[in-house]
């Protein structure tokens, strides 16, 4: 093992500069501190950046999930395929328009949902897909796009860690009817909290827009602007899900070094590879074939048979030597909401299973110094060579 550090080295530290405060201030002093030029701004830009057909801020990845999800015009009865390899947000959101999650298991080699599965869990209630790029690794989108168009049904990209990511030349983003973005705190890009719905369609856009803010008929940064009109009428049953202008100078000051926050990112998977060569204990995330990483997690997985100790205890010794860790993610069929609800059991989704119980996910931030990294490489091969089967 490497002498113990004496700082904990967390797990992720955002990169927040002069730039963000810079901008939040200026909010502070405008006097409009909710949805307004800022959030405007941060659209536009995005939109431009994504080549979407229209982008919407909105207060998180969640909001967005549940906005796309009202505006494919899911509700009670039906059913959305999804992947059980996921955050809480993918699953929850298609219960709260009453359709069900249908789980179809992941590949092997990106943890993304299996194309070749979906076709098999489609139904006549089949309303939607909602694949998840998983730590920032590209889906294989053609063959879901190909199904999706074959059997009309909308896709719903869960791009939650994939801000950033390419599919083909192509951002993800521009690719399906509905993309959301998370902007959460620990996230490539973050506004501390937020989230945004890139729609490939304009009026599916206008849709979702007039639901994230109770269904009115009009904004209110329009009713309180001069020469804004008081009047207003509630048209649909909406939500409470825009974005502030202090969230959103956060995110324009985040853009502009968003590229070179990323690259910084792959430099430090770099490294990571490098340092870990050289253990067949080790499983390494692989690199997308049809498209550009995002990076936003580094996942290391035990190697079956290789170690003495299983994921939770190699995790819990990566903790004793100070190294913040996080594991991603526990499949939600296993969790209890979804085990009862829907009858489901360990041994349902296999591949997910395996490949939670060997993740664990390293620190992985820009800041995070080439000392950082060999210091937890060097950590994982010590409990590595301490523990042989
Ligand atoms: C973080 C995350 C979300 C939720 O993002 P919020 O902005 O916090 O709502 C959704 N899906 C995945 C896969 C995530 O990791």
């Not at 792959?266 to 692989?286: H, I, K, M, N, Q």
């Amino acid at each position: 093992m490497p002498p113990l550090r004496t700082e904990f080295l967390p797990f992720h530290r955002p990169t927040i500069g002069e730039d963000e405060i810079q901008g939040v201030a200026e909010v502070l002093r405008s006097g409009w501190l909710t949805t307004g030029p800022r959030v405007q701004e941060l659209e536009r830009v995005l939109k431009e950046r994504l080549g979407c057909g229209d982008a919407l801020a909105l207060n998180s990845c969640t909001a967005a999930l549940h906005l796309a999800l009202v505006v494919a015009g899911v509700g009670e009865g039906d059913e959305v395929i999804t992947t059980p390899y996921t955050f809480a947000s993918t699953g929850e959101t298609i219960l709260y328009t009453g359709a069900r999650p249908v789980f179809v298991d992941v590949e092997p080699s990106t943890s993304n949902l299996d194309p070749e599965r979906i076709e098999a869990a489609i139904t006549p209630r089949t309303r939607a897909i909602s694949p998840v790029h998983l730590a920032g690794h590209p889906c294989r989108m053609d063959p879901i796009l190909e199904i999706a168009r074959r059997r009309g049904l909308a896709v719903i990209e869960d791009a939650a860690h994939a801000f950033g990511t390419t599919y083909r030349g192509r951002p993800v983003g521009a690719l399906s009817r509905f993309t959301a973005f998370s902007f959460y705190a620990t996230k490539n890009l973050t506004t501390g909290e937020g989230g945004l719905l890139a729609c490939a369609d304009a009026d599916d856009a206008a849709r979702a827009r007039k639901l994230s803010l109770h269904g009115l008929s009009r904004d209110a940064w329009r009713r309180y602007a001069a020469g804004g009109s008081w009047a207003y009428a509630i048209e649909d049953l909406g939500y409470k899900y825009n974005l502030t202008d202090l969230a959103a100078a956060i995110g324009l000051a985040q853009l502009r070094r968003f590229d070179d926050e990323q690259a910084k990112r792959r430099e430090r998977v770099g490294w990571y590879r490098e340092a870990l060569a050289g253990s067949d204990a080790f499983e390494l995330p692989t690199d997308p074939e049809d498209g550009e990483h995002a990076w936003h997690l580094f996942i290391l997985r035990l190697r079956p048979g290789t170690l003495s100790i299983d994921r939770d205890e190699f995790a819990r010794r990566l903790q004793e030597a100070r190294i913040g860790i996080s594991v991603h993610f526990i499949p939600l069929h296993l969790h209890p909401l979804y085990r009862d609800r829907f009858g489901l059991r360990p041994g349902d989704l296999p591949v997910a299973e395996d490949l939670y119980g060997r993740a664990i996910s390293l620190p992985l931030f820009p800041g995070m110094s080439r000392a950082d990294v060999e210091y937890v490489a060097a950590a994982a091969h010590g409990i590595a060579a301490a523990c042989r089967a």
